[in-house]
C-alpha cells in the first residue's frame, strides 16, 4: 500500500513538471494607479516666456531680453496618472498628463462643440486653458503606452538564457543611459529597451529609438525615418564607486520633425528640420524638399563615486559625425561634426547641511563662422538626443525652469534655451554653480544657489533672433562679448501634510553683455543703438514661483 501510494505521488509529480504552463494557476491580475497633480503660480519679469508668438502680438511682448515691457504672472496644474496593470512579472503601463493654464486663452471650453479654437497665446508648455465653465475638450495627452515582460531567465520568453533580462516596448520613459538629466538620452521615446543583469555587481541597457517611421511611399513619400541605438554597461566597481560606459548612435534623416525638434534645433541663423514632410493632401502627405541627414556618434561615460561625506559624479561624453548643410550656394556639403560635453558634480553632505559644486563646458564656433558658407568647416555644438526639457534642472531656476518646470529662459528658442541646449547657439557655453540646503526639521528645508555663465566663444551681439541667432552681415570679427550672468535664488521647500509639498523660490539673473542682440519688433527702438553699435542692452530677469505637489 505505501508503495503504491509512493508511485502514485512520483507519477503525479513527473505529470506536473511535464504539464504546460497554461494548467499551472495563473496569477491574479492586479491594477495600480499613481501620479502626481501640480498647482503652479509664476511671477515674472523679462523672462521671454512666450518664444513663438504671431505676428498679431504687438512688439510690446518681444520674446527677447531687451525688453522690459514683458512681465506677467499665471497659474497653471498639471495632472500625471500612470496606470499599470500587472500579471505576475508582466507590465501594461498607461501615462496621461494634463496641462492647463487658468483662464481663457488658447484651447477652451468656449469653443463650438468638437473644435478647437485659438483665440490667444498659450503659455509655453501648456496644451490648454480653463476658462469660465472648464468644459475643456481634447486635451489629454498620452505619455507611455508600453509592455514591460521578462525576455530571459526563469519564467521568460527565452527561459534556456541563464541571465535575467527585461523588455519594455512602445511609448516609454528613458532609463539607463545617463546620471545627469538632459546631459544625452532622458524624457521619453518610441522603441524597446532591454536591461540584462550579468551579475549582482553588472548591468547592462540597450535601447532603440524609433525617432520617425518611413510608412509606405506611395501614401506618404516624403516620410522620413530617424532612428537612434544606445548602449550602456553598470558596473559596481567597489562599494562607492560605480561606473557607466556608453555608446550611442544618432541618424536624423531632415532633421527631427517631432516635438521641438528636439536633438536637432536650430542655430546660427540654419534651420536643419527644413526638409519635414509638407502639409497632407487628403490621405497623401505632399513631397517636401531634398534630404539633409545628420549622423551622430556619442562615446563617453559617468561616474559616482562616494567616499563618507563627500560625492563626485563626472561626466564626458564625445561626440563625432556629420551634418549635410546646403550652403548658400545652393550646394550640400557634408559638414563634420566634432565636440564634446564635461560635467562634474561634486557634493558634501554633514547632518542637515548638503553643499554642492557643479561645472559644466562644451566648446563653441567662431561668430563669422558660418556653416552655410561654401567652404563648410567644423560643427562644435553638442546637441543630446533627447534632453527631455530639463538638462540643468534644479542648478537653476531661470536658464531652466525648476519649481515651474514647463519653460525656461528664452522658451521656444531651442537652441538657446538651456533645459534644450547644453550649447548656447553654436557659441558653446561655460557654466558653474554653488548650491547649499539646510533641513530645519525634516518636514521643512532652506536652500540657497548661484550660478554663472560665459560662452565658450565670443557672440555676435549684432545677430537678430531668428534660427537661433543670426550673424547679422556686418558681425563683429570674431564677435565681441562672452558673459551671460549671474543667477541667485532662494527657496523652501515645507511637507506640510503626507504625500504634499509647498515649493516656494525667488529668482534673479544680472544679465551679462553676451544676451545683447538686435531687436525686431515696431516699438521705435529698432533698431538700438549701443556703444556706437546696432545692439540692444539686456535687462535683469526676474521671477518668482511657488507649486503645492500632491503625490499618490
Not at 498647482?39 to 523672462?47: C, G, H, L, Q, R
Not at 541627414?293 to 561625506?309: C, E, F, N, Q
Amino acid at each position: 500500500m505505501r508503495r503504491s501510494v509512493v508511485v502514485v505521488l512520483a507519477v503525479l509529480a513527473i505529470l506536473g513538471l511535464l504539464a504546460p504552463p497554461s494548467f499551472a494557476q495563473a496569477p491574479a491580475p492586479k491594477v495600480t494607479i499613481s501620479g502626481l497633480v501640480d498647482f503652479v503660480t509664476t511671477a515674472y519679469k523679462n523672462w521671454s516666456q512666450v518664444g513663438n508668438q504671431p505676428s498679431s502680438v504687438t512688439a510690446g511682448s518681444q520674446p527677447d531680453v531687451t525688453n522690459s515691457k514683458e512681465k506677467g504672472w499665471y497659474s497653471r496644474e498639471r495632472g500625471l496618472f500612470t496606470l499599470t496593470g500587472e500579471v505576475g512579472k508582466v507590465k501594461g503601463v498607461w501615462a496621461i498628463e494634463l496641462d492647463f493654464t487658468n483662464g481663457g486663452g488658447n484651447f477652451n471650453a468656449s469653443s463650438q462643440p468638437g473644435s478647437l479654437t485659438t483665440v490667444g497665446v498659450a503659455q509655453s508648455g501648456t496644451s490648454a486653458n480653463f476658462d469660465l465653465d472648464t468644459d475643456v475638450q481634447g486635451a489629454v495627452e498620452t505619455k507611455w503606452l508600453y509592455v514591460e515582460a521578462p525576455i530571459t531567465g526563469p519564467g521568460s520568453l527565452l527561459p534556456f538564457i541563464p541571465v535575467a533580462s527585461i523588455g519594455r516596448f512602445g511609448g516609454q520613459p528613458f532609463r539607463g543611459h545617463n546620471y545627469k538629466v538632459g546631459i544625452l538620452a532622458s524624457g521619453d521615446f518610441p522603441g524597446a529597451t532591454l536591461e540584462t543583469t550579468w551579475a549582482p555587481n553588472v548591468r547592462s541597457t540597450l535601447t532603440f529609438v524609433q525617432i520617425s517611421e518611413a510608412l509606405d511611399k506611395f501614401i506618404a513619400p516624403n516620410q522620413k525615418d530617424s532612428f537612434a541605438f544606445l548602449a550602456s554597461l553598470e558596473m559596481d566597481v567597489f562599494k562607492g564607486l560605480t561606473i557607466k560606459p556608453t555608446y550611442a548612435y544618432a541618424h536624423y534623416d531632415g532633421g527631427n520633425c517631432g516635438t521641438a525638434n528636439l536633438g536637432t534645433p536650430a542655430w546660427g541663423g540654419y534651420n536643419p528640420n527644413a526638409n519635414c514632410p509638407a502639409v497632407t493632401a487628403g490621405n497623401v502627405a505632399a513631397p517636401g524638399g531634398v534630404g539633409r541627414d545628420i549622423k551622430r556618434h556619442y562615446l563617453g561615460a559617468d561616474v559616482r563615486w562616494t567616499m563618507g561625506p563627500i560625492t563626485v559624479q563626472p561626466t564626458f561624453i564625445y561626440l563625432l559625425g556629420e551634418q549635410e548643410i546646403l550652403n548658400r550656394n545652393g550646394v550640400i556639403n557634408d559638414v563634420d561634426i566634432r565636440s564634446f560635453i564635461a560635467d562634474t558634480i561634486v557634493g558634501f553632505r554633514t547632518g542637515p547641511l548638503n553643499i554642492e559644486a557643479r561645472v559644466m563646458y562644451t566648446p563653441g564656433q567662431n561668430a563669422n563662422h558660418d556653416s552655410q558658407n561654401a567652404g563648410g568647416g567644423t560643427i562644435r555644438r553638442y546637441d543630446p538626443i533627447n534632453s527631455g526639457f530639463a538638462y540643468m534642472n534644479g542648478w537653476t531656476e531661470i536658464w531652466t525652469g525648476d519649481i515651474d518646470y514647463i519653460t525656461s529662459f528664452y522658451a521656444g528658442r531651442s537652441s538657446l534655451v538651456m533645459r534644450e541646449s547644453p550649447s548656447y547657439d553654436k557659441y558653446g557655453r561655460i557654466f558653474g554653480g554653488l548650491a547649499a540646503d539646510y533641513s530645519l526639521t525634516p518636514a521643512l528645508t532652506f536652500r540657497a544657489l548661484t550660478n554663472v555663465s560665459w560662452t565658450d566663444t565670443s557672440v555676435d551681439t549684432k545677430g537678430i533672433l531668428a534660427n537661433g541667432i543670426t550673424t547679422s552681415t556686418f558681425a563683429f570679427h570674431g564677435g565681441k562679448e562672452r558673459y551671460l550672468g549671474n543667477e541667485w535664488i532662494l527657496g523652501l521647500t515645507y511637507r506640510f501634510a503626507p504625500n504634499v509639498t509647498f515649493d516656494l523660490a525667488a529668482a534673479a539673473l544680472i544679465t551679462g553683455d553676451a544676451l545683447n542682440i538686435q531687436r525686431t519688433g515696431g516699438d521705435g527702438n529698432n533698431p538700438c543703438v549701443t556703444d556706437g553699435v546696432s545692439t540692444c542692452q539686456s535687462r535683469n530677469v526676474y521671477k518668482g514661483t511657488a507649486r503645492i505637489r500632491v503625490t499618490f
